[in-house]
């Protein structure tokens, strides 16, 4: 199956601050690759799909960039809101494969 | 508005069966594919399992694969999951999850899940 390593695991940084999440797939997936954000007790929310495609609704500030075998989550100027884990998944190969994830915490 | 209603975790033994359900709104559901994704407590994402619109092609990670059985209900806007020889790594919280686009794998709207616990 087609692995997802995501890196940072936890990434400490402050309010403002600009944040970068890998994702490095172990198979060429084009740009067959989304992004979600997921907050404690609740679901995840599609941010990104098709390597930079915002979602409906998804603030600017969140970008996307990538193709093949690396790919990077963009947050340009983090709000108190986008503290939360963030999650890459692939669509190129069956099975569905998610990352690990990448905490983005407060310092 | 999107809704995505689950329903049928429980805590189940080792070895029995469970069937979850997902009762969608706000969208034409006939027209668009559908899944089924699991966290296990304090983890990750796992995808388990899809079913296409039209022809109602499934899919099934390996490690559900010959124990989890994904269908719809197009009359009733409803998706289904019966799941089989539970084991205890079944243990999670499962969501329901709309397909972005036809032949897009992606998820663009989840329920807020139903709890399947298994016990040895």
């Known amino acids: 199956e087609t692995v997802l390593t995501q890196s940072p695991a936890t990434l400490s940084l402050s309010p403002g601050e600009r944040a970068a999440l890998s994702c490095r797939v172990s198979?060429?997936?084009?740009?067959?690759l989304a992004w979600y954000q997921q907050k404690p007790g609740q679901a995840p929310r599609l941010l990104i799909y098709?390597?930079?495609n915002r979602a409906t609704g998804i603030p600017a500030r969140f970008s996307g960039s990538g193709s093949g075998t690396d790919f990077t989550l963009t947050i340009s100027s983090l709000e108190p809101e986008d503290f939360a884990v963030y999650y890459c998944?692939?669509?190129?190969?069956?099975?569905?494969?998610f990352g690990g994830g990448t905490k983005v915490e407060i310092k | 508005e999107v809704q995505l209603l689950e329903s049928g975790g429980a805590l189940v033994q080792r070895g029995g069966s469970l069937k979850l359900a997902c009762a969608a709104s706000?969208?034409?559901?006939?027209?668009?594919?559908m899944g089924w994704v699991r966290q296990a407590p304090g983890k990750g994402l796992e995808w388990v399992s899809a079913?296409?619109?039209?022809?109602?092609?499934?899919y099934y990670a390996d490690s559900v694969k010959g124990r989890f059985t994904i269908s719809r209900d197009d009359s009733k806007d409803m998706l289904y999951m019966q799941m089989n020889s539970l084991g205890v790594e079944d243990t999670a919280r499962y969501y329901c999850?709309?397909?972005?686009?036809?032949?897009?794998?992606?998820?663009?709207?989840w329920g807020q899940g139903t709890l399947v616990t298994v016990s040895s």
């Open positions: 998944q692939q669509r190129r190969n069956w099975p569905l494969t």
């Open positions: 999850a709309k397909v972005r686009a036809t032949s897009e794998w992606y998820f663009d709207y």
């Open positions: 098709d390597a930079s």
């Open positions: 079913i296409s619109a039209s022809y109602h092609v499934t």
């Open positions: 706000g969208f034409s559901f006939i027209n668009y594919a």
């Open positions: 198979d060429n997936v084009r740009s067959y």
